[in-house]
T-cell receptor
Framework: AQSVAQPEDQVNVAEGNPLTVKCTYS??????LFWYVQYPNRGLQFLLK??????LVKGSYGFEAEFNKSQTSFHLKKPSALVSDSALYFC?????????????FGGGTRVLVKP | EAGVAQSPRYKIIEKRQSVAFWCNPI?????LYWYQQILGQGPKLLIQ????????DSQLPKDRFSAERLKGVDSTLKIQPAKLEDSAVYLC??????????????FGPGTRLLVL
């Protein structure tokens, strides 16, 4: 069975400081990893994904994530956080199987960026 | 390009009543998903369609939930009868026909259901 853990329920950071949201995963096989963001009363918005290749993935709104196979992690980062980055962030994992490929989400991390 | 459309946005019903949600995916997206997101949790897949066929419904409570995608485009999710624990946001997503699990899922705004 595949699973995702987001160990922090909430991350607080001052505007302009670096932001890191942690994610670890457990799968049998090679993982495909995704980050989504959810603003209040909105659906999930895709940020970035890792499929293969370069371990550092760059995505929307200045976010990036680093795939670390040995630590089974895929932490989301932003060098300089904005107040508008305050939202709920979800990490998700999928492994390709012929009979379908379910995307499993973590429990989410709430990010609060203070001015 | 238009995103995933869902309606209604909000619904309040009493327990034991029935309710239906509608989703129209992004044009050309063969795969459609319904997720349940309970407050404070990540989305959980209920059912996945490939065109008009079901790929995965292993987590769909089939005694009360049903879903269909008759023409391979839009889809309806129904709950009958509803229970208090069905209170959640129901998210619809779609993805393009790219094989191998690499495809990105695009989500609609969701339907927030409150069962009293």
């Amino acid at each position: 069975a595949q699973s995702v853990a987001q160990p922090e329920d909430q991350v607080n950071v001052a505007e302009g400081n670096p932001l890191t949201v942690k994610c670890t995963y457990s799968v049998s096989g090679n993982p495909y990893l995704f980050w989504y963001v959810q603003y209040p009363n909105r659906g999930l918005q895709f940020l970035l994904k890792y499929i293969t290749g370069d371990n550092l993935v760059k995505g929307s709104y200045g976010f990036e994530a680093e795939f670390n196979k040995s630590q089974t992690s895929f932490h989301l980062k932003k060098p300089s956080a904005l107040v508008s980055d305050s939202a709920l962030y979800f990490c998700a994992v999928r492994v390709f199987k012929a009979a379908g490929n379910k995307l499993t989400f973590g429990g989410g991390t709430r990010v609060l960026v203070k001015p | 390009e238009a995103g995933v459309a869902q309606s209604p946005r909000y619904k309040i019903i009493e327990k034991r009543q029935s309710v239906a949600f509608w989703c129209n995916p992004i044009s050309g997206h063969a795969t459609l998903y319904w997720y349940q997101q309970i407050l404070g949790q990540g989305p959980k897949l209920l059912i996945q369609f490939q065109n008009n066929g079901v790929v995965d419904d292993s987590q769909l409570p089939k005694d009360r939930f049903s879903a269909e995608r008759l023409k391979g485009v839009d889809s309806t999710l129904k709950i009958q009868p509803a229970k208090l624990e069905d209170s959640a946001v129901y998210l619809c997503a779609s993805s393009p026909p790219i094989a191998g699990g690499q495809e990105t899922q695009y989500f609609g705004p969701g339907t927030r259901l409150l069962v009293l």
